[in-house]
């Protein structure tokens, strides 16, 4: 019977040291906006923004890397902890290189956390005139 408490505990403890390791980055961080529309935008030229958060944990949180999927998108992480219940920002410089509808995201990853935070960012990209 010993055994068996044993290893239900054992079993226990990996299980829950697995969840921990698996947080998403959600958990930890409040978007002001889960999406952001940039509105219409001249293609070729640079466009900059920020994308807003809150820590909505009790220790400070390091943002160790933030990323997109294309060249288009540069995103530009804060370089100190965010404290408990303050706020941080991540800069985005996109550059449309032609005319189109915008439909991009933006890659949040947070130290101590295994899934990063996804936001997303719309809009149109127009002709210069």
Do not use: R, W
Request: overall charge positive.
């Amino acid at each position: 019977m010993m055994k068996k408490i044993s290893l239900f505990l054992s079993l226990l403890f990996v299980l829950s040291i697995s969840v921990v390791s698996a947080q998403s980055a959600d958990s930890a961080i409040k978007m002001v906006s889960e999406k952001y529309d940039v509105g219409k935008i001249p293609a070729g030229e640079a466009y900059t923004f920020f994308m807003e958060f809150v820590n909505k944990t009790k220790k400070p949180i390091v943002v160790k890397h933030v990323g997109a999927g294309c060249g288009c998108t540069v995103p530009e992480k804060p370089t100190e902890p965010i404290l408990p219940g303050k706020s941080g920002k991540i800069k985005v410089v996109y550059t449309p290189a032609s005319p189109s509808p915008i439909n991009k995201d933006v890659e949040i990853y947070l130290a101590g956390y295994q899934e990063p935070k996804i936001v997303y960012f719309t809009g149109e990209a127009v002709a210069k005139k």
